[in-house]
């Protein structure tokens, strides 16, 4: 079994515990150590170990996996950039009950992709991605690293979702259609248009109602 731990044990990072604990359940795969979390605990979380901060995740000497229980796709960059090391994986985390087509899925690393969810078929995920419960990806999308999909997002097909983008719950994308880096689409919101980089969409159709500046480290 692989040593395991979660970064982040707010409520995301307590869900990604629960989808572990399922993943062992059919197939027994992870052993998992605990959460590492900036934020200090003093006892355990859930039933499993606070093991630290996030720096403290990154001084582990042993060969070990980690969970980015964090939704938020610029602090999910961060903590990769920090924990990059040779001696440490990130593997895609799948509940089993998520349903993906048999051609041409393709997957990096460090995906989450919870319960109820569907790939269908000629799919590209790029690498930390994280699909909430009950998403759809419909047919030739691609989606770009770090992107979040909070509960109940479909996504049709033919579309390219670039860097870093956040759609909230029960938001749809229209097929055929581009999302701009590092751009929010809001909870509900229909996208029936190509959004640009760097903003926040809202409404039905959805429309850019603010652009925000983003900072390159």
Known sequence: MRKIAIIGAGGFGREVKMLIDQINGQEKRFELLGFYDDRHYDGPINGVAYLGTVQDAGENKIPMSFALGI??????????????????????????????????????????????????????????????????????????SYSSFMPSVNISGEVHIHEKVYVGTGAKIINLLEIGQNTIVGAGAVV?????????????PAKPIKFHETSEE
């Open 71 to 144: 939704g938020d796709p610029t602090i999910r960059e961060k903590i990769v950039k920090l924990l990059d090391q040779p001696h440490f994986e990130f593997p895609n985390l799948i509940h089993p009950s998520v349903i993906t087509g048999n051609d041409d899925v393709s997957l990096g690393r460090g995906n989450i992709i919870c319960a109820g969810s569907i790939l269908t078929v000629n799919i590209k995920l790029k690498d930390f991605i994280i699909l909430n419960l009950c998403c759809t990806v419909g047919h030739d999308t691609v989606i770009d």
């Open 192 to 204: 029936a248009k190509t959004l640009p980089a760097n903003c926040t969409a809202v409404g039905i």
